[in-house]
C-alpha cells in the first residue's frame, strides 16, 4: 500500500509519521488520537501556490477551514501564503484567535446572522461571498453603519454537477446555495449588488462539489462563470476582477481513488479560463480556488486500540476500537471508504478480513467493512489513512463521547495541537435549574420506585 506524506515503517515495524513512532504516541497521548503529518500539509499547499505561479495564473489560493480547523492549522495555512475561508462565527473566531491576517479571510456561509455579518465587518474580513439578497441588503446596511463598504462576491449556482455523492453537491440547480443562472436570478441580483453604496462588488463564485476526480466538471463550471460574466458586462458593463471558482479536489482514501495533483488541476483551470476570456474578450481576472480536503486529507491519520473481537462465523468478524461515529461522521453519513493498518506490526501478513466497528449504540456506526489485516488482538493499535478533513471538523459528543486529542508531528517532534476533552468538559455547559437540584426531587424519584 502506498503510505501518504512522511509516513514510512520502522525498524520496529512500527508505523511512523514525520518520524514519530505511532505506537509511541497511542501511549503517550492516548487514543483515538488524530495525528497530522505538518509536512504534508505546507507540501500540499506549496504544490498549489507553485502550479498558480508555473501557470501565470494571478490569483490566490484559499484553505478552506470547514474540512479542519484549529489555532496551529491556521497558523500553518497564514506561514504557506494561503488565504482561508471560513464559514461561520466560530471559524472566524478561531482564525483571528490564532493571529490570521483578516486581509486573507473570505467569509462564506448561506445563512449568515446579523451578528457574523458585523464581526466580519468589525474583523475586516477581505470579502463576503454572498448568498442571498436578504444578506445582501443586510450586509448593505451594516455596512452603512459601520462606515465601511464591504468587499463582495455573488455567490452563483452554475448548474454544474460534480460526480461526487449526492449528499455533498452543491452545484447544481436544486441547491440551497447562491444564485441561480437561471431566469436571470443571479444576474438581477449583480444588478442590485451594482447599486448598493456600502457594497463593492468584486466578482462571483461557485462551488461544485466536493471530492471530485475529473477536472471536466472544473472546467465547465469555469467556462459557465466567465459565459455569465460575459452576459453581465454586456448588460451592466461591470467587468469582473475576481473569479473564484471554489474547492473540491479529491483525495486517496483507498487504493481505487485516483485524485488529480494540484498541478493537472490548475493546468485545466488556467486553460479553462484562458480560453473563455479570449471567446468573450473579457480581461484576464484574478484566479481564486478554495482547496480544504486536499490540503489536510492525507495529512491526518486517526489512532486506535482494538477492543472486543467478535467472530459472527460464516459472516464477519467485528473488531472494535475506541473510536466511531462520533469523531469520524463520514462513514455512518456518506458511506465513505477508507483503509487502515496495524500500527505495531504494519509488515505482518494481512490474511483475514475484517470489519471495524465504532463503540457508539447504533449497528450503523462502522469505521471500515472488510479490511484485509493481520490476525489482531486486544491493545493493537489501528491506523486508519487519510482521515485529516471532515472528521474533527464534524466530530461531536454523541453518547457522551469525549472527542479526542490532536497532535501536530514533524521530524521527530509531537506536539500537542488539540487537547483531548475530558468528562468535566461534557457537563460543562449543562445548567441545574433551581427546582431540579432541591434534594426533594431525588425523594420524589424513589416514590416513583
Ligand atoms: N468552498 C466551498 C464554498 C465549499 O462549500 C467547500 C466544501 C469547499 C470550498 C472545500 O471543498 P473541499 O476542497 O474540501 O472538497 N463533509 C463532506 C464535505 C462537505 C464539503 C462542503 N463544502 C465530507 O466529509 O465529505
Known amino acids: 500500500m502506498r503510505l501518504p506524506g512522511t509516513m514510512r515503517v520502522n525498524h520496529l515495524g512500527h508505523l511512523e509519521i514525520g518520524g514519530c513512532d505511532t505506537v509511541e504516541l497511542a501511549r503517550q497521548f492516548g487514543t483515538p488520537l488524530y495525528v497530522l ?39 500553518i495555512i497564514a506561514q504557506e501564503g494561503l488565504s482561508l475561508d471560513v464559514v461561520s462565527g466560530g471559524e472566524l473566531y478561531t482564525a483571528i484567535a490564532a493571529g490570521f491576517p483578516p486581509e486573507r479571510i473570505y467569509f462564506h456561509g448561506n445563512n449568515k446572522s446579523e451578528e457574523e455579518l458585523r464581526q466580519g465587518l468589525d474583523c475586516g474580513v477581505h470579502r463576503f461571498v454572498v448568498d442571498s439578497l436578504y444578506e445582501l441588503h443586510l450586509l448593505n446596511n451594516l455596512a452603512a453603519e459601520a462606515g465601511k463598504v464591504a468587499g463582495v462576491y455573488l455567490r452563483i449556482t452554475p448548474g454544474v454537477e460534480a460526480h461526487t455523492h449526492t449528499y455533498i453537491r452543491t452545484g447544481q440547480r436544486d441547491s440551497k446555495f447562491g444564485f441561480d443562472l437561471v431566469g436571470s436570478v443571479a444576474l438581477e441580483a449583480t444588478k442590485q449588488a451594482l447599486a448598493l453604496p456600502h457594497i ?5 463564485h461557485c462551488h461544485i ?12 463550471a469555469t467556462e459557465v462563470m466567465l459565459d455569465f460574466a460575459a452576459s453581465v458586462w454586456r448588460e451592466t458593463g461591470f467587468a469582473l476582477r ?63 486500540t482494538v477492543g472486543a473481537i467478535k467472530d459472527v462465523p460464516g ?31 504494519v509488515h505482518a501478513p494481512a490474511d483475514r478480513v475484517v470489519s471495524v466497528a465504532g463503540k457508539c449504540c447504533e449497528s450503523g456506526d462502522m469505521l471500515i467493512w472488510d479490511l484485509r489485516v493481520p490476525e489482531l488482538q486486544p491493545g493493537d493499535v489501528l491506523a486508519m489513512l487519510s ?18 486529542a490532536m497532535v501536530l508531528v514533524r521530524e521527530g517532534q509531537a506536539d500537542l495541537i488539540v487537547r483531548r476533552e475530558t468528562y468535566a468538559d461534557l457537563v460543562r455547559y449543562d445548567v441545574l435549574p433551581e427546582r431540579l437540584a432541591a434534594p426533594e426531587h431525588l425523594a420524589d424519584q424513589r416514590a416513583i420506585e
Not at 463593492?200 to 462571483?204: A, D, M
Not at 462539489?209 to 472544473?218: A, K, Y
Not at 459472516?315 to 505495531?344: C, F, H, K, S, W
Open 315 to 345: 459472516i464477519r468478524t467485528y473488531v472494535a476500537v475506541d473510536g466511531g461515529m462520533y469523531e469520524n461522521p463520514r462513514v455512518a453519513l456518506y458511506q465513505a471508504e477508507y483503509t487502515a493498518v496495524v500500527a505495531n506490526r
Open 387 to 404: 482521515t485529516g478533513a471532515y472528521t474533527y471538523s464534524m466530530a461531536g459528543n454523541y453518547n457522551r463521547m469525549p472527542r479526542p
Open 200 to 204: 463593492n462588488l468584486v466578482g462571483f
Open 37 to 75: 503529518d505538518e509536512a504534508l500539509i505546507r507540501r500540499q499547499c506549496r504544490k498549489y501556490r507553485e502550479a498558480f505561479v508555473r501557470h501565470g495564473l494571478r490569483g490566490e489560493v484559499i484553505y478552506a477551514g470547514k474540512a479542519l480547523l484549529n489555532k496551529a492549522v491556521c497558523r
Open 209 to 220: 462539489g466536493s471530492q471530485i476526480f475529473d477536472v471536466e466538471s472544473f472546467k465547465v
Open 242 to 304: 475576481e473569479l473564484d471558482l471554489g474547492g473540491g479536489m479529491g483525495i486517496r482514501h483507498v487504493a481505487s481513488d485516483r485524485p488529480l495533483e494540484p498541478e493537472q488541476f490548475v493546468a485545466a483551470l488556467a486553460d479553462a479560463v484562458r480560453t473563455g476570456v479570449r471567446r468573450h474578450g473579457l480581461p484576464e481576472p484574478k484566479i481564486l480556488i478554495e482547496p480544504g480536503r486536499s490540503i489536510v486529507g492525507e495529512a491526518g491519520t486517526t489512532l486506535y
